[in-house]
Structure formats: C-alpha cells, structure tokens
C-alpha cells in the first residue's frame, strides 16, 4: 500500500519536478558557472576560472585583470534605496485602503478589487508611457501647474529617482494589497473591541493589537515588492532614462550592449544574494514567532 502511494506521487510530482529542474535550477546553474568564466574577445564566455568579475564589484579585482570601480556598489546600494522606498510608499497606499475595503459590502468589495487589479490587463509599456506623457516638461502636471501660475517654469518630473519610485509604486500596487488586504480582511474585530473596552487608546490598540495581526500581509507584501522591483528594468528604462541607472539596467546593458556575460552574471549573482538574505531573515523571524507562539515556550 505504502509503495503504492509513493508510485502515485512520483507519478504526480515528476513531470513538475522536471520541469522545475531544467527550466528553473537549469538557468541558474548555468548563470552561477558563467559568473565565474573569463569574458570573450567578441562576447560569450572562455571556459577558465575567472573571479575577478566579483572583485570588480566588491573591491578585490586583480590590477592586471579587471579595475575595481566604486560605482557599481553606488548603483546596487540606489538600487536597493529606490527599490526599498518603493515598498514604503506602497504600503502606505495600501493599508489604508485595505482597512476601508474591508469594511464595504460583498458586492463594492468585488468592485474594488477588481478595479486594482484591472491594470494587468493593460500593457506595461503603455502604461509607463501614458506616465511619460504626463511627467515631461510639456505633460499634464506642468501644465496644470503653470496654467494656475503656480510655476513660471517647468519642472523636472521625469528621468528622477522620484519619477522610477512612482512608476515603481504604480507597477507593483497589487502585489502589495493583495497580501495586506488578506491580513486585513482576517483581522479579529473583538480583539480591536476589547483593548478599546481596556481603556487602550487608538494608537495603543493599533501598535498593540492591529499592526502585529495583520504584519504577516505587510511582511509578505514587502517582499513580494522589494524582490522584483531590486532588479525592475523597465521602469528605469522608461522614466528614469540615461539619468538614472539601476542593476537591472545595468545587467541588461553587460548581456546586450558590453557583451560581458560573466559580469552581468555576476551582477545578477548579486541581486540574487541580496534577494535570498531577505528571505532567509524572513523565514528566521517567520520561525521565532511560531516557536513564541507554541504554548509552554
């Protein structure tokens, strides 16, 4: 019976295991190799141990090899800032909003989410470029702004780091209050009800009761924001331009442009140490509050 089972379930989990196998961990490995082979003459790779393209970044680059240049760790640490600042924003859209849909009836509730999630269905280019069109010297909020004669002259709203963390916010919104809202829509009222009943203050019941119920939807929100924003390159592209340059687009300029593989690889290396540590930290703290709640610890 027993061997009967595992028959069933290597029959049900092998083709997704494969699949897995040479679609995702395939890449991945071939990614982790190319990063430490030596670049080609015209690009490609030569098959030798090369690890100077790390010490590029990171600042132990052998002199008769590779220079190292600060400015890579300068673009990974604003990738990291604008990509953090992302997820602040977006949670403070999302949060209150989620409260407030929360509250609605079914049917407004439905609306609503449907209304957040209608953008998937538009393209992501046009999308950004209808933000060009409004952010640019000659775009809608300019105009508006020197028509009421608030400005005498256009301002600098696009290709800024405040024009890619827009654009950010804008891109990623529903993958942030789609965890939030859940934590939200799960929230125990009578809990909310009885620290008020205690003679606990608003603010006291929200860091107190509130905030710790629904940090799951938050932790699990930021993650899901931080992650593909840290390596976005279609967001800089569009409204950041030359101006401003972020990992993914300098990754895609060593593969397409440089032809430097083993140095985009690295870079890419890179995000992804970066992208594991925070999940690591994530499923430690995940583990130190579940054994905190085992009754008896």
């Excluded at 799960?186 to 203050?201: H, I, M, N, P, Y």
């Excluded at 940090?215 to 800089?236: E, K």
């Excluded at 895609?252 to 890179?270: D, H, K």
């Amino acid at each position: 019976m027993r061997l009967r089972r595992r028959l069933q379930l290597t029959a049900l989990l092998g083709p997704v295991t494969l699949f897995l196998g040479i679609f995702f961990l395939g890449p991945l490995v071939i990614m982790v190799i190319t990063s430490f082979l030596a670049p080609g003459l015209y690009g490609g790779v030569v098959w030798e141990f090369y690890p100077h393209s790390f010490g590029r970044i990171l600042g132990f680059a052998d002199p008769m090899f590779e220079d190292y240049d600060p400015v890579y760790l300068a673009i990974f640490f604003r990738s990291v800032q604008i990509a953090a600042l992302t997820v602040v924003v977006a949670l403070l859209v999302c949060y209150p909003v989620a409260f407030q849909i929360s509250r609605l009836s079914d049917r407004w509730k439905n609306f609503c989410l449907f209304l957040i999630t209608l953008p998937f269905f538009i393209s992501l280019i046009v999308r950004l470029f209808i933000w060009v069109l409004i952010l640019r010297q000659t775009g809608i909020v300019n105009g508006v702004l020197m028509a009421t004669g608030l400005i005498e002259r256009p301002l600098e709203l696009i290709y800024t780091d405040g024009a890619i963390v827009l654009g950010m916010v804008y891109v990623f919104i529903p993958f942030m209050f789609m965890p939030v809202y859940a934590s939200v829509e799960k929230l125990d009222w009578s809990l909310v009800r009885a620290s008020q009943d205690l003679g606990a203050g608003p603010v006291r019941t929200f860091f107190r009761v509130i905030l710790p119920l629904t940090l799951p939807g938050i932790i699990g929100g930021s993650i899901i924001v931080f992650i593909p924003a840290l390596g976005n390159f279609v967001v800089p592209a569009v409204l950041g331009g030359a101006k401003v340059l972020m990992l993914g687009n300098l990754i895609e300029q060593q593969f397409l442009s440089a032809r430097n593989w083993p140095f985009g690889a690295a870079l890419a290396m890179l995000v992804m140490a970066a992208v594991l540590l925070i999940l690591f930290v994530h499923v430690w703290l995940d583990g130190r509050r579940g054994g905190d709640a085992v009754p008896g610890r």
